[in-house]
């Protein structure tokens, strides 16, 4: 019953992030809000919510292992597998931009986890994400949404000669919204609450659950979405969604997460924190190859998560 009720759980927390995505773009799209702006924002914290919920979730229970194993492996898989499936169909277009600036501003964000984790090193307590550490995340976050709505208002002229005439009403979008919203909370509740059963009676650690199933779970929005987008040759928009959502992982659920109840950290974690900072400069790197994401390189990130993947069960 367990696996059954786990699956529902990701089911609801998927089709939630949906209606709730389709309902906040419709709503920007009434307000003739950048397409630029709606995509940094809008859609990279509905394709986060899931992730947001079950950490927070997971975190209000006691599982801390849960809420970070979940956003350090969510940012893994979105930055190897997700985007190098995306590249494996339609090479990846990538802004300058987001070479100059959005790429670099995830491994910033990266560097400062790493830091605020290592309290044993630095101070010489228990490692962990308090309070303190969560409002400075937070700040970071809005460091970041400072600079997009300058960007969005920077391209607003363009997003008025864009965009289309629309013929969404508010009432139908507010509905989506809504119903995305309780889906994603009553999907996260499940999704911790079966998992948590499912690893204490395998003998699993928490820890590698939050790595595998849950990060694999809750980061099935980005890769739908990334895919879709790639098969319709939009990819780049997905690239977008992409690194905002790992900038929103680390510096909002992270952030509201320990905010709410500080987090124990793990010393397997620093490791998995260390991949994800290493792949964020791969991609950086694959990035300013002519601007975009070939096959090669995609096929090269989907191995690179495959080894981690078994390095991680053969670890825990």
């Known amino acids: 019953m367990a696996y059954i009720l786990l699956v529902i759980g990701f089911v609801l927390l998927i089709k939630g992030a949906d209606f709730f995505v389709d309902g906040a773009s419709a709503i920007a799209h009434l307000m003739r809000i950048s397409p630029l702006l709606v995509g940094l ?3 990279a914290f509905g394709t986060s919510a899931p992730e ?12 801390s292992d849960i809420s970070i194993g979940n956003i350090v492996g969510s940012n893994i898989l979105n930055t190897s597998l997700v985007v190098g499936a995306a590249a494996f169909f339609y090479p990846i277009k990538v802004e300058t931009q987001t070479i100059k600036k959005e790429i670099p501003f ?18 010489g307590l228990n490692n962990a994400l308090d309070r303190s550490d969560g409002i400075i995340l937070l700040l970071f976050l809005s460091i970041f949404l400072c600079y997009v709505f300058e960007v969005g208002r920077n391209n607003r002229e363009q997003a008025h000669r864009d965009t289309e005439p629309v013929d969404e009403s508010w009432g139908k979008s507010l509905l989506l919204i809504l119903i995305g919203l309780v889906g994603i909370l009553f999907g996260g509740n499940m999704v911790v609450n079966n998992a948590t059963t499912i690893a204490y009676s395998l003998g699993m650690s928490e820890t590698l659950v939050g790595l595998t199933v849950i990060a694999i779970g809750t980061s099935l929005p980005e890769l739908v979405t990334s895919i879709t987008a790639a098969l319709k040759k939009q990819s780049e928009i997905a690239f977008g969604n992409i690194v905002g959502s790992n900038i929103f992982n680390i510096l909002f659920v992270l952030g509201i997460t320990s905010t709410i109840s500080p987090l124990a950290v ?5 490791t998995d924190v260390f991949v994800m900072l290493i792949l964020t400069a791969i991609l950086l790197i694959f990035s300013r190859t002519n601007f975009k994401i070939g096959k090669i390189e995609g096929l090269s990130l989907i191995a690179v998560y495959i080894l981690y993947f078994i390095y991680i069960i053969i670890r825990n």
């Open 52 to 63: 947001a919920t079950v950490s927070i979730m997971a975190a209000i229970s006691g599982s």
């Open 41 to 43: 924002t809008i859609v």
């Open 106 to 123: 995830t491994f910033l964000s990266g560097i400062v986890l790493l830091v605020f984790m290592s309290d044993a090193t630095l101070r």
């Open 266 to 270: 793990n010393n397997k974690v620093f």
